[in-house]
């Protein structure tokens, strides 16, 4: 598109018409999850930034937890961007790396025939780069659209937008919304207690907090890392766990199929994964 202010515009409108089409229908059948059991909080970075690897991980190595990083696959061993040995030390660390796609841009600008090329190619590529295989998808600027989701369905677990909110009741695996962390922050972000009301809530009605980090954003900055820090500490304290994207489906296959065995005889509620 040669007019970048009416390129901005049709992004945002696709954005929301694309949220608001999700939540008017709710998740279809394909992509439709349900959530089960205690809560439990993902931190996810976007762009495969080495700001990460300087902000987010000595955080998490600190409280033992593992967390997910969505490099571009164009742009790993780029400056400022992780290299493949960077993905494959995460990835022996237990942490998640997921696909930020091959290209940062979003999908519906892209023709719709070059989808599963982009998808393919970009999970060959950073699956090679780290060692492991690569089954979760962050959207570029969190983009989708029911026939992006149709399509992401043949590559990928599970996909995540920048839609605010929590992962809760019926909830769309192919649209996971998140909640920022350190940038991007909503003015009630700011608040230095608003972390901490996100876990209330999340304990208070059993949901899937997903944290969307941009660590190399300058907003990101030492205040945010003591946050994490504290966050870290509060959700040990409270017995909430972290776990990365795949192991919380693994988690809730467990969790599932415990109370089959339990329940021996009385089926539980279908749709759990
Ligand atoms: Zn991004």
Redesign the pocket.
């Known amino acids: 598109m040669s007019n970048p202010p009416f390129a901005r515009w049709l992004d945002r409108a696709q954005h929301r018409l694309a949220r608001a089409n999700d939540e008017w229908f709710g998740p279809r059948e394909f992509e439709a999850a349900r959530w089960y059991g205690d809560p439990v909080i993902s931190i996810v970075c976007?762009?495969g930034c080495l700001s990460d690897l300087s902000k987010v991980v000595p955080v998490l190595d600190a409280h033992r937890v593992q967390g997910v990083f969505?490099p571009?696959a164009s742009w790993v061993g780029t400056s400022g961007h992780m290299s493949a040995a960077d993905l494959r030390a995460l990835a022996r660390g237990g942490h998640e790396i997921a696909s930020?796609l091959d290209h940062?841009e979003p999908l519906h600008r892209r023709p719709e025939h070059t989808w599963q090329e982009a998808f393919q190619s970009s999970r060959a590529a950073l699956s090679d780069a780290c060692g492991t295989d690569v089954t979760t998808l962050?959207f570029?600027?969190g983009h989708n659209s029911l026939p992006v989701r149709q399509a992401a369905l043949e590559h990928y677990d599970s996909a995540l937008t920048t839609w605010r909110g929590f992962n809760r009741g019926v909830f769309n695996r192919y649209a996971l919304r998140r909640v920022p962390f350190g940038s991007h922050l909503a003015p009630a972000d700011r608040d230095p207690l608003a972390h901490r009301q996100l876990i209330n809530d999340v304990l208070a009605r059993p949901a899937w907090l997903i944290w969307m980090v941009?660590s190399a954003n300058p907003s990101h900055d030492e205040r945010q890392i003591d946050r994490l820090h504290a966050m870290l500490l509060l959700a040990a304290q409270l017995g909430i766990q972290v776990l990365t994207i795949h192991n919380t489906w693994r988690h809730l296959r467990n969790l599932r199929r415990a109370a089959q065995r339990k329940n021996a005889g009385y089926p539980v509620e279908q749709g759990t994964t």
Do not use: G, L, R, T
């Open positions: 976007d762009d969505a571009v930020h940062h962050v570029p600027h941009h």
